[in-house]
């Protein structure tokens, strides 16, 4: 398995779409698989490497969390409208673990993983 070549942006003052985009704009002369993480991520899973290419090996686009549907004016993922109200469970997937540290202070189950989602 190839190694995982780090790119760290600190002290940050852009958007993370201008960060993002270049180093996708990088990628085309460079083909490398991309990993995009908040600050806030902790990587618990030795095998973390091995978990993302085989999410990748069956979906082009792998996250941790998302919904199974997009409806009109959805502002997030989790939330059916713009007051904020939670979706139903039925479409909701994936697991994060909350807290400053491991193990977490509580982890929360959204929906079963490894689904197709469309946010």
């Not at 985009?21 to 990993?35: F, K, T, W, Y």
């Not at 990587?43 to 997009?70: M, N, P, T």
Request: proline residues 7%; contains cysteine.
């Amino acid at each position: 398995m190839p190694s995982v070549d780090i790119y760290l942006q600190t002290d940050n003052s852009e958007g993370l779409p201008a960060i993002y985009n270049r180093a996708i704009e990088a990628s085309r002369h460079d083909p490398a698989v991309l990993i995009f993480m908040h600050d806030d991520i902790h990587l618990c899973d030795y095998y973390w490497e091995e978990q993302a290419r085989a999410a990748l090996a069956h979906f082009q686009i792998a996250g941790l969390v998302g919904s199974k549907r997009r409806l009109p004016k959805q502002p997030a993922w989790a939330f059916v409208d713009t007051n904020f109200v939670w979706d139903e469970a039925k479409h909701l997937s994936g697991i994060i673990g909350h807290g400053n540290g491991f193990p977490p202070k509580e982890v929360v189950v959204f929906g079963p993983s490894r689904q197709e989602v469309k946010l």
